[in-house]
């Protein structure tokens, strides 16, 4: 496990910073991409106002290999000072960066390999959250991952793997970003969510949704934090397990202040939301025909930390 912070005023300077820091932690560097094992990452700084993530299988970024999507971190104006936190972890492999700006703000990015359940292709992943064309934190989250954007340009699913919608409510359109994206070739495709088709891609909190609402404890206020548990539905229309997102736990921040950190036993974490705290909303919130507030509500992410 490793750990850094520091800060960053460019969307190129975030890409150098966590190349550099994957391979101080023994990820290999071969221009823009990142590999480790068979897991391979493109990461691109694609404008002033973006950093891009993309991956394709064996490292070869053509059709069919190349992931049809990409994932992104957009900010009009990038935040001239950002502060970053940097995490990477071994079995299974993951690195994993917050960034946090304008005091409550915070932006997500992260790759590696999955751990799997059973002998299947694949494995590698990727995430970053992602927004419509030009649309700054235009993102949200729900409790149970029913999140589906109502319009094409509707803020768009943050978490990590968390909504299998792939196409917006108003005209079936099929959205080309997903904020989570996982090289898995056991029902034929290359990458999921499989890109024009109305197929139900990997994500985690169909199953484990009824613990997640019921956050946090009653008896002591605390969160249980559930670990990033992968779905896929089979072709008979059963959900099989088939692995989990290493060293990071979803949360429920109701009793926590972002960035803050707890001990469970042998073992602290660091605790974000997933892009602003906002206790108006604790379930979060989409966008609907009726109503345009969005949120992330108290939705969060837990890192597995070793820092000061």
Known sequence: MAYQTGVITSAADLVVVITDFAVANGWTSNGNVLSKGDTYIRLTASSSSEVRIDSARNGNFV?????????????????????????????????????????????HIGFGTIEKYGNWAGGGWFHAQHTPASADGSVCSVIDGS?????????????????????????????????????????????????????????????????????????????????????????????????????????????YNPGDVIELGADRWKLFPWHVKNAAYPDGKQAAYSDGNYSTGLLGVAVLYDGP
Request: hydrophobic letters at 30%; glycine letters at 6%; proline letters at 8%.
């Open 63 to 107: 059709a069919p290999d190349l992931c049809v999507r990409h994932s992104r971190i957009y900010n009009t104006s990038w935040p001239t000072s950002a502060t970053y936190h940097l995490c990477a972890f071994d079995n299974p492999d993951t690195v994993w960066c917050t960034i946090n700006f304008a005091v409550t703000t915070h932006q």
């Open 147 to 255: 999140q589906q954007p109502y319009y094409p340009s509707s803020p768009r699913e943050c978490a990590l793997f968390w909504s299998p919608n792939m196409r917006d409510s108003w005209n079936g359109y099929y959205q080309e970003n997903a904020a989570s994206n996982l090289h898995c070739e056991l029902r034929g495709y290359v990458w999921e969510p499989p890109t024009g088709t109305a197929t139900i891609g990997v994500h985690c909190p169909t199953i484990l949704s009824p613990i997640q609402k019921y956050n946090p404890n009653v008896f002591n206020g605390q969160t249980v934090l559930t670990p990033f548990q992968l779905f896929l539905q089979n072709t008979d229309g059963h959900y099989m397990s088939i692995g989990h997102v290493g060293h990071l736990r979803f949360v429920r921040l109701t009793n």
